[in-house]
């Protein structure tokens, strides 16, 4: 996992790949196309919530929110309705600070990776999430409580404890890229690249695999389960597609991530939105995704609304 | 969209071509005018000469003249004053002239002239044409010696007048020279009967009277030196060695015969000179230069008329913006992630003060006693605001527990703990110890190292000396630095870590 001589290519290399940098996806995608005052709408996710379910979009439904430190205590009271739930910051990123509790007495709380954790335990987790250790910048935050996404069968052997997530790309409106990431082992359940996810490239029009990789090296099957990544199949592709190209209604930022989960019972729901997506789903896609980008913009039609611009996207793949 | 940033830079970039002009003219004035060096050589050495006279009067009107040193040759003059009371002062440019009615005890006059090197007078004297060469008049038998003498004189090395120095400057003593010499000759009787022998050789000489400065030095005599003139120039040379040009540190203060302070209307007459040498920072003498270049008024508005505090303090901020320069490329250019953006440079900046080992080793020290402390305090689940405030007094307590042991044991690592920003070391062990829990052991060490890597390199920069002295006296280059900086702001092209990470992806392009 760790190589001493790492590859070096030259910039024109990755220029002609159509590779998208970190400096560009700064200057010319999110600066030029996400307005700063729309942050707000995607990196707090009772808001962001809130606004999905206005539009139509599937989301995990809300238990409850805690917003100062002497309600901690009631969280129980909260929950007493269901038999599992997720507690997570409103302002958190990249899965940090998720805790999924998948099986609880008022003493011992079961998480997603079969650790048990003490009452005080899951009180500390919620308060830290209070006092903003997961918030972006540090602010104060509230925690969510929200249900469980049941993990659909039809992953079972893709992903190693944790549940697989779908990142697609929406850029001006259209899905640019898509990616399916699945936890491993070694990124002990939790779906982050760097950490040792799976990344699978999925293709916009089919959903079907392209490529995958684990630590910026090409894989063909998951590491733990040994399942054919170059099978995978993302089921009711459209619908996924459906919440990516809403997510730019919802909010007008013009370069998003949506990251969606398959429920086993509810279809597709939307976990969250982003506003400054990753670059390593080019990686995933053994693609670079500038040329993609500047297709969008120059050749895609301006002023359609979300099932006009999905069906083009589709459709563009059949003519 | 591509437009605006063409736009941006075109402008960003006039930006930094007119900070350069700027930068390279103030540069050019501050040299010029204010003797700023491009080399750190802070010091620059200030000569006290101090002439006393004193003498008895004897009732008539008194008059006396010193000698002073021609300004604005190879010396400059800082300062001048003399001390002499009920006396009126007058001056020219050789000498200062004190007049007064006459006194009834011995009387003290003090000429005291403050004088620094003058860098860029130096070897440029000019040459005024010689008066007409006064032959000695000799008798016959003096005259056979004399032109055996200069007979003699030709199997010496060097030019006419080093092959007579020399030929006085034998050991043993020639004993025909010693015969033409008066017995028990001063400096001054041999540079006399030097500038005879030259004279008779039709070469115009005069004597060089002046002081060479020495340390500590105490005299009742000048030093003297012998000028000749040849090939239409003034040619200084040393009585005793010979050696042509000027001496660094020799003041010269009369040309030609005349005495170095005549006394009228006094008896028993002597002078004393003593020299004292001090040193100066040049940014102090540089508003003296400033002064003396009519350009004071400037001065007075810059950072160098300030208080001497001050300006350390503003020294030590004006590595600041090299500093950001730094963490900029690092980032945006190399593409390294550090923990907080500024926190490499604020360690970069500890590590100039404790020097790099001892630096380098105990900041690992604080951080890695601190990261285990934190381990153990992450069991008692404490707020996060209280625990990142332990985490804080913890290290304050490191740092007093470290200074103490190495003040004890003259251990100059431990000591070098107090220098480390607190909040930030405490906010670096904080997010070690969550990055840990979190993504993982190998995750937060790399964090670390990365941090610290940023932090050498840093630290690499703004400890070199001469940057420093040029990012204090040329402080205008913060200018270049702050449109350098925002030019790496339109910066869109790869960073030099994406370089690795996209290359699976350019391979397929081949």
């Known amino acids: 996992m760790f190589k001493w001589f790492p590859e070096i290519v030259f910039p024109s290399q990755l220029r002609a790949a159509g590779v998208l940098g970190m400096n560009a996806r700064n200057y010319d995608i999110i600066a030029h196309n996400n307005k700063r005052r729309l942050y707000p709408l995607v990196d707090d996710k009772v808001q962001t919530k809130a606004l999905a379910n206005k539009i139509g979009i599937n989301t995990p439904r809300l238990i409850g929110v805690i917003e100062v430190q002497n309600k901690v205590d009631n969280f ?18 990249g899965g940090k600070g998720v805790l999924v509790i998948k099986k609880y007495t008022d003493k011992e709380f079961v998480t997603a990776s079969e650790k048990v954790l003490s009452y005080n335990e899951v ?31 039809q992953f079972q052997d893709y992903s190693f404890q944790g549940i697989p997530d779908v990142r697609v790309i929406v850029y001006q409106g259209y899905p640019a890229m898509a990616m399916m990431r699945l936890a491993t082992r070694e990124s002990s359940g939790r779906a982050n690249l760097h950490q040792g996810a799976v990344g699978v490239g999925i293709d ?41 190209v809403k997510g730019y209604d919802m909010t007008g930022l013009g370069y998003l991530g949506a990251d969606i989960v398959l429920d086993k019972f509810r279809g597709p729901m939307m976990l969250e939105l982003n506003a400054r997506p990753g670059l390593a789903i080019q990686i995933a896609n053994n693609r670079g995704i500038r040329n993609i980008l500047k297709n969008i913009h120059n050749n895609y039609p301006r002023g359609l609304d979300w099932e006009e611009r999905l069906n083009y996207v589709l459709g563009v793949a059949k003519s | 969209m591509l437009h605006k940033l063409k736009s941006v830079r075109i402008l960003l970039s006039i930006g930094l071509l007119l900070s350069i002009i700027i930068t390279a003219y103030s540069a050019y004035y501050k040299i010029k005018y204010w003797g700023f060096n491009l080399t750190p050589k802070q010091k620059t050495a200030v000569w006290t000469v101090e002439a006393h006279v004193s003498f008895t009067p004897t009732g008539e009107n008194i008059k006396v003249s010193i000698a002073r040193p021609s300004p604005s040759k190879e010396f400059k003059v800082l300062n001048e004053d003399v001390l002499a009371k009920n006396y009126d002062i007058s001056e020219t440019n050789e000498r ?52 055996q003498i200069l007979e003699m004189s030709e199997t010496q090395k060097g030019d006419t007048v080093q092959k007579i120095i020399h030929l006085f400057n034998q050991t043993p003593p020639d004993e025909t020279v010693q ?47 012998i000028e000749a003139y040849m090939d239409k120039m003034w040619k200084i040379y040393d009585i005793y060695s010979g050696k042509k ?29 003593s020299v004292m040498k001090s040193l100066r920072s040049s940014f102090n003498l540089a508003g003296h230069r400033a002064k003396l270049a009519n350009q004071s008024e400037n001065f007075g508005y810059s950072i160098y008329s300030l208080p001497l505090n001050q300006q350390n303090a503003i020294k030590w901020l004006m590595i600041f913006p090299l500093a950001i320069l730094v963490v900029v490329i690092m980032r945006n250019v190399i593409g390294i992630s550090t923990m907080g953006t500024f926190t490499p440079m604020l360690i970069a900046m500890s590590l100039v003060e404790t020097g790099f080992w001892s630096g380098l080793i105990c900041f690992s020290l604080i951080i890695g006693i601190g990261v285990i402390i934190r381990a153990a305090l992450s069991k008692l689940n404490l707020l996060l605001v209280p625990r990142i405030s332990a985490v804080v007094i913890l290290v304050i307590l490191i740092i007093q527990i470290l200074a103490v042991i190495g003040y004890n ?23 070690a110890s969550i990055t840990w829990e979190e993504e993982g ?55 030099f870590t994406e370089l690795m990470r996209f290359a699976s992806l350019a391979q397929k392009e081949k």
């Open chain 1, 76 to 93: 129980l009271e909260l929950v007493k309705n269901f038999d599992e739930f997720v507690i997570k910051p409103a302002h958190g990123s």
């Open chain 1, 123 to 153: 009180y500390q987790h919620i308060s830290n999430i209070l006092s903003g250790l997961y918030s972006l910048g540090g602010q104060y935050d509230v925690a969510i409580i929200e249900e469980m996404v049941h993990f659909s069968n």
């Open chain 1, 204 to 244: 916009i029009q089919t959903g079907k695999a392209i490529s995958a990789v684990q630590h910026n090296r090409p894989i063909s099957i998951h590491p733990d389960t040994g399942a054919n990544l170059m099978g995978l199949q993302v089921p009711l592709w459209r619908e996924h597609l459906e919440i990516a």
């Open chain 2, 96 to 147: 200062i002239l004190l007049s007064s009615p006459a006194h009834r005890k011995r009387q003290n006059i003090y000429y005291r002239v403050l004088l620094y090197d003058n860098i860029e007078g130096r070897g440029k004297t000019p040459a005024e044409e010689p008066d007409k060469i006064i032959q000695p008049i000799l008798d016959e038998q003096s005259l056979n010696v004399a032109n």
């Open chain 2, 179 to 225: 015969s033409f010499m008066p017995e028990r000759s001063s400096d001054k009787d041999t540079a006399e009967v030097i500038i005879n022998l030259l004279a008779l050789k039709n070469i115009s000489a005069r004597m060089v009277r002046g002081i060479k400065l020495l340390e500590e030095k105490k005299t009742f005599v000048p030093d003297i030196m």
């Open chain 2, 245 to 273: 040009g000027l001496p660094d540190d020799f003041v010269i203060f009369q040309r030609g015969g005349q005495s170095m302070f005549d006394v009228t209307g006094g008896q028993n007459s002597s002078i004393k000179y």
């Open chain 2, 409 to 431: 044991w003259d251990w100059s690592i431990a000591s070098s703990a107090l220098f480390f920003p607190i909040i930030i070391t405490a906010w670096i062990i904080e997010r």
């Open chain 2, 441 to 495: 052991s190998i995750n937060a060490i790399k964090q670390i190292i990365y941090s610290i890597l940023v932090a050498i390199v840093t630290y690499f920069v703004i400890v070199n000396d001469y940057i420093r002295h040029i990012m204090f006296a040329f402080n205008e280059l913060n200018l270049v630095i702050l449109f350098i900086v925002m030019l790496l702001g339109t910066y869109t092209g790869y960073r």
